[in-house]
């Protein structure tokens, strides 16, 4: 069983539909990454949380750090938001990050 | 501001080549990551610095050697290619501590024929 689990791993939606990608992790952490990366592209941080919610734009990320998962959310989703969504948590006491496998979003016109 | 600079961005090579991919990054980061990226895996750690002169070993560092002679520069080599060392390569940065961001290159797209 991988230490962060992503779901789902395909996503498929129309322009202008709220989408969910959620993440669950084994692991104990005291916060968690949400990347992008673009097709052919490079890979961007979007966020780092421990607790709570945080909204940048249209994005909306949240965590619970009890239950161990957490949730990044895309509304009035665009064509532009197609990429793959990667959460990441680091090793505890280390500088490392786990990844967990990505969610392929794709967001018809 | 370059932020993290990955060269090259495609190559090719023949089984049993050598090469080196060369990172750079002007964030003045003392951390610095070499991943692999797999289809259907997530990013895996190859090795790691945290400093200047020193690198130590990640999750898949077999076939693998990096130097970190310059702050700013971390560099992957490849002595012996194989083919399953075909993969998209990110170099990463950051500062020390397990919290912060890490800032990602483009990636090097290595296929080993």
């Known amino acids: 069983k991988n230490e962060v689990e992503q779901s789902p791993q395909n996503l498929t939606a129309q322009e202008g539909e709220f989408i969910t990608i959620n993440c669950s992790y084994s692991?104990?952490?005291?916060?968690l990454h949400w990347l992008q990366q673009h097709p052919g592209g490079g890979i961007v941080s979007l966020f780092m949380?421990?607790?709570g919610k945080k909204k940048h734009g249209r994005l909306i990320a949240t965590i619970n750090i009890q239950e161990k998962h957490s949730s990044l959310h895309i509304t009035a989703s665009h064509p532009r938001d197609s990429a793959v969504y990667i959460c990441?948590?680091?090793?505890?006491?280390?500088?490392?990050?786990?990844f967990g496998t990505g969610t392929l979003l794709a967001v018809q016109p | 501001n370059a932020g993290v600079t990955q060269t090259p961005k495609f190559r090719v090579l023949k089984t049993g080549q050598s090469m080196t991919l060369l990172c750079a990054q002007d964030?003045?980061?003392?951390?610095m990551y070499w991943y692999r990226q797999d289809p259907g895996m997530g990013l895996r750690l190859i090795h790691y610095?945290?400093?200047?002169?020193?690198?130590a070993k990640g999750e898949v560092p077999d076939g693998y050697n990096v130097s970190r002679l310059k702050k700013q520069n971390f560099l992957l080599g490849l002595e012996s290619a194989a083919p399953s060392q075909t993969s998209v390569y990110f170099c990463?940065?950051?500062?020390?501590?397990?919290?912060?961001?890490?800032?990602f290159g483009a990636g090097t797209r290595l296929s080993v024929l």
């Open positions: 692991v104990g952490i005291s916060a």
């Open positions: 990463a940065s950051s500062y020390p501590r397990a919290r912060n961001i890490q800032y």
């Open positions: 964030m003045n980061h003392e951390y």
């Open positions: 949380l421990s607790s």
């Open positions: 990441a948590v680091p090793v505890r006491a280390t500088n490392k990050l786990i």
């Open positions: 610095s945290v400093g200047e002169g020193t690198t």
